[in-house]
Nanobody, 126 residues
Framework: QVQLIESGGGSVQAGGSLRLSCTLS????????WAWFRQIPGKEREFVAV????????NYAGSVKGRVTITADFSENTAYLQMNSLQPEDTAVYYC???????????????????WGQGTQVTVSS
């Protein structure tokens, strides 16, 4: 059974940093893409960042660009999200996702990804 296990969420003050981790287990194949999404109650899941196995190409949502860095160790089936200069509007449940392909058109959509973590809460206070 394929599972994504996340860790690293928590509570910080505005301006602080957090690093989220996500590890895939139960699969013999390494993901082709890793992504992070976030969601607040009553709203749709929002794309944050993606990294592609080919040349470690990355893309970021405009709202986090410059403050967030996605990295991955594809050989270890692990992805990370380093978040700096956090603001209260970054408060959400953060989900990691793993995909088996990359579409330039759809990478920002949840249905692009086959596997999802359970979510980890990030709370930023002012």
């Amino acid at each position: 059974q394929v599972q994504l296990i996340e860790s690293g969420g928590g509570s910080v003050q505005a301006g602080g940093s957090l690093r989220l981790s996500c590890t895939l287990s139960g699969s013999t194949d390494s993901p082709y893409t890793w992504a992070w999404f976030r969601q607040i109650p009553g709203k749709e899941r929002e794309f944050v960042a993606v990294i592609v196995r080919t040349d470690s190409v990355t893309n970021y949502a405009g709202s986090v660009k410059g403050r967030v860095t996605i990295t991955a160790d594809f050989s270890e089936n692990t992805a990370y999200l380093q978040m700096n200069s956090l603001q209260p509007e970054d408060t959400a449940v953060y989900y990691c996702a793993a995909g088996t392909y990359y579409s330039q058109r759809n990478y920002h959509l949840p249905n692009h990804y086959a596997y999802w973590g359970q979510g980890t809460q990030v709370t930023v206070s002012s």
